[in-house]
């Protein structure tokens, strides 16, 4: 059965606030947070990371597609289909050295495209819609606001209970966020 809130949310008055909130919450054993604040706050970053999103897997895997792209195509051109013999250069594959300047820009740029769009994707851009955004004074977390939400998909998650234990943290107001 699905739930019909997105999770609770909770409002702190500073940062500091937040990271006790956030550490206490992780401590109880919610693992499916998430903190909006106007700027980056390391110490939340640690708590409520998600742990691997596998960029870094994927930028490497891409990055060794172009390389290995880049001398291939390379190859067939020059020592294939167009075989100059230009300054005793030799016409196989003991030529490879010419051919690292292209080999490391072309892995290069395909470890590029791959961390941008990876990026985008994984999280999940564009999102022109979100169920934080009925949360009453979100507008503020862009501003002077810091929020802390807990996600109906916590196995932990009960409405009553999570709203309790959010209140038990002395925030400036709980509230359901529905989707």
Not at 10 to 23: C, D, K, V
Not at 118 to 142: E, I, K, T, W
């Amino acid at each position: 059965m699905r739930n019909d809130v997105y999770g609770v949310m909770a409002e702190f008055p500073t940062p500091e606030a937040l990271i006790e909130a956030t550490r206490k919450a992780k401590a109880a054993g919610y693992t499916k947070m998430d903190a909006f604040s106007p700027f980056p706050i390391e110490e939340v970053i640690e708590e409520i990371a998600h742990g691997d999103t596998g960029v870094p897997r994927l930028v490497l895997l891409f990055g060794l597609i172009g390389a290995a792209t880049g001398f291939i195509l390379q190859y067939i051109g020059n020592l294939i289909d167009y075989p100059l013999n230009i300054g005793g250069r030799p016409l196989d594959i003991t030529n490879w050295p010419a051919m690292i300047p292209i080999t490391f820009e072309s892995g290069i740029l395909l470890a590029a495209f791959a961390s941008a769009i990876g990026m985008v994707v994984l999280n999940g851009l564009p999102a022109p819609y979100h169920p934080v955004f009925n949360v009453p004074r979100f507008q503020y977390a862009s501003q002077d606001a810091f929020f802390l939400c807990i996600e109906s998909t916590d196995p932990l998650f009960d409405r009553s209970r999570t709203s309790q234990f959010l209140r038990s943290l002395n925030p400036m107001q709980v509230s359901e966020v529905a989707y």
